[in-house]
Nanobody
Framework: VQLQAFGGGLVQAGDFLRLSCAASGGTFRNLAVGWFRQAPGKEREFVAA????????YYGDSVKGRFTISRDSAKNSAYLQMNRLTPEDAAVYYC??????????????????WGQGTQVTVSS
C-alpha cells in the first residue's frame, strides 16, 4: 500500500484546512487509518484514527471538537478536516494505515504504512 497525503498549506489562525490521504496498491478495507503530526523538535503526536469498516473513531485531546476524520470508499481516500486552526497545530501531518485496534490506535508503531507527510503552517 502506498499512501499520499496532501492538502497542507499556510493559513491564518482560525482558518480551516482539509487534508487528504489517498491509497494506491491496496485498500483501507479491514485496516485502521490514522493521522499523526510532528512539529520540529517534538515527538510524533497522535491526531485521529478510525477503523475503516467502522466500530471506533478516536481523536487526540488537543484536536477534539475541532478536527474530524472521514472517508470516501469510492475514492479509497481518507480525510482530516481541521477547523479553528491555531499556531500549535502547525506541523507535518502524516496519514498511516495498519492493523491498529482500538487500544493501539494512538501508537505510531501500530501502523504499517505511512504517507510522505504534508506541511501545515498556521500564522498568528
Amino acid at each position: 500500500v502506498q499512501l499520499q497525503a496532501f492538502g497542507g498549506g499556510l493559513v491564518q489562525a482560525g482558518d480551516f484546512l482539509r487534508l487528504s490521504c489517498a491509497a494506491s496498491g491496496g485498500t483501507f478495507r479491514n485496516l485502521a487509518v490514522g493521522w499523526f503530526r510532528q512539529a520540529p523538535g517534538k515527538e510524533r503526536e497522535f491526531v485521529a484514527a478510525f477503523r475503516w469498516s467502522g466500530g471506533w473513531t478516536y481523536y487526540g485531546d488537543s484536536v477534539k471538537g475541532r478536527f474530524t476524520i472521514s472517508r470516501d470508499s469510492a475514492k479509497n481516500s481518507a480525510y482530516l478536516q481541521m477547523n479553528r486552526l491555531t499556531p500549535e497545530d502547525a506541523a507535518v501531518y502524516y496519514c498511516a494505515v495498519g492493523r491498529a485496534i482500538a487500544t493501539t490506535a494512538s501508537r505510531p508503531g501500530a501502523y504499517d504504512y505511512w504517507g510522505q507527510g504534508t506541511q501545515v503552517t498556521v500564522s498568528s
